[in-house]
């Protein structure tokens, strides 16, 4: 919660300094005639180099977004695996093993859609749970004669949870270096200053071109932080997929073992 606060506050006052910005850079644009002369310069500048900005800005944009959507995609594999790892366990004859390990996957399941947040999925609590999981399914297959290819799978599936886990933790800390983010902050205050310099006439149009353009280059910034940071950001990390783990889970521990031979008989 303190964390959000402090977001809010530096939100609020960057949104403030800009627009104070916006109005200063306009009022001076509009009424003293400094950049009068230099109108087709300017002009001639924005034109090439916001070829530039906008090939710069395209890649910073694309790999925050392949990276924010490669987390969800690891939270989605590892739930899989661990789906998987449970429907593999309904072939073993051991069902009392099978029920022990679903309650363990159940209770990290749970504890995963209580927080939804990645700081509930990389703390030390959720790795207990997942190490918990690993020796319910080596209790699973030492307690009876467990077939090699369901002891296989059942290896694969928790050995693939525990990569993909660390795989998130690792790509979660990474951020985008500090110098291109800098170069990223001022190639864009350099852009949309140049606009204020452009000699219109009409202060409508002036006012809809300069507001236009500091209005859609603040948005995509935004973005570019807020995709940056996997816990804190709007675009969060996403744990739906626990669901169908909790779902799996809740039905192999409910199942009745008697009544599933009676079908099979049948």
Not at 34 to 40: I, Q, R, T, V
């Amino acid at each position: 919660m303190r964390h959000h606060r402090k977001r809010f506050f530096i939100s609020a006052v960057a949104i403030v300094l800009a627009i104070s910005l916006f109005v200063v850079l306009f009022r001076l644009s509009r009424h003293i005639d400094m950049f009068k002369e230099d109108a087709p310069i300017i002009g001639n500048f924005i034109e090439w180099f916001g070829v530039l900005y906008g090939v710069l800005l395209a890649l910073v944009v694309v790999e925050v977004w392949q990276k924010n959507s490669l987390l969800n995609s690891e939270i989605d594999r590892e739930a899989d695996a661990l789906v998987l790892m449970l429907k593999t366990s309904r072939y073993v004859d051991d069902k009392r093993s099978a029920k022990a390990l679903a309650s363990k996957a159940l209770q990290y399941a749970e504890m995963i859609l209580q927080e939804k947040n990645a700081d509930a999925f990389e703390s030390e609590e959720a790795g207990e749970k997942l190490d918990e999981i690993h020796r319910a399914v080596g209790q699973l297959i030492n307690s009876v004669q467990c077939p090699a290819p369901f002891a296989n799978q059942l290896i694969y599936h928790i050995n693939d949870a525990f990569d993909t886990r660390g795989d998130w933790i690792a790509r979660a800390k990474i951020r985008m270096p500090k110098p291109l983010k800098f170069l990223v902050f001022f190639t864009s205050l350099v852009w949309v200053i140049g606009y204020f310099g452009l000699n219109i006439q009409s202060d409508i149009v002036a006012g809809i071109l300069c507001g236009s353009a500091a209005m859609t280059v603040s948005t995509i910034l935004f973005l570019i932080i807020d995709l940056d940071d996997p816990k804190g950001g709007v675009w969060k990390a996403e744990f739906d997929s626990f669901e169908v783990l909790k779902k799996t889970a809740t039905e192999i521990i409910e199942e009745d073992p008697g009544q599933k031979s009676t079908e099979q008989r049948s």
